[in-house]
Nanobody
């Protein structure tokens, strides 16, 4: 049982910034990666950024140089700093925890989603 609580979404003008946060709680007992996905209307959910327990990061090409993902293992939190936002970034953003429970079993937990709207 893992619960993810997201915050920080909202409406921002192009070129502006937002900082998303996600706090995980519950039965976190194994190694896990954290990430942010987003889904725009009529489109598939896509990976925006991810970070491992060792703080190795990965970004979608569309956000490289603009977004920064970070985590605080002591607090089981992950953040997504979004700068130079574009209208194309408009989507519902979902926090994800990918838990490596056993060698053969992995599990994904998802937040409820937070709306990010970039518009003038």
């Amino acid at each position: 049982q893992v619960q993810l609580v997201e915050s920080g979404g909202g409406l921002v003008q192009p070129g502006g910034s937002l900082r998303l946060s996600c706090a995980a709680s519950g039965n976190i007992f194994s190694s896990y990666a954290m990430g942010w996905y987003r889904q725009a209307p009529g489109k598939q959910r896509e990976l925006v950024a991810s970070i491992t327990s060792g703080s190795s990061t990965n970004y979608a090409d569309s956000v490289k140089g603009r977004f920064t993902i970070s985590r605080d293992n002591a607090k089981n939190t992950v953040h997504l700093q979004m700068n130079s936002l574009k209208p194309e970034d408009t989507a519902v953003y979902y926090c994800n925890v990918h838990m490596f429970i056993t060698r053969d079993y992995e599990y994904d937990y998802w937040g409820q989603g937070t709306q990010v709207t970039v518009s003038s």
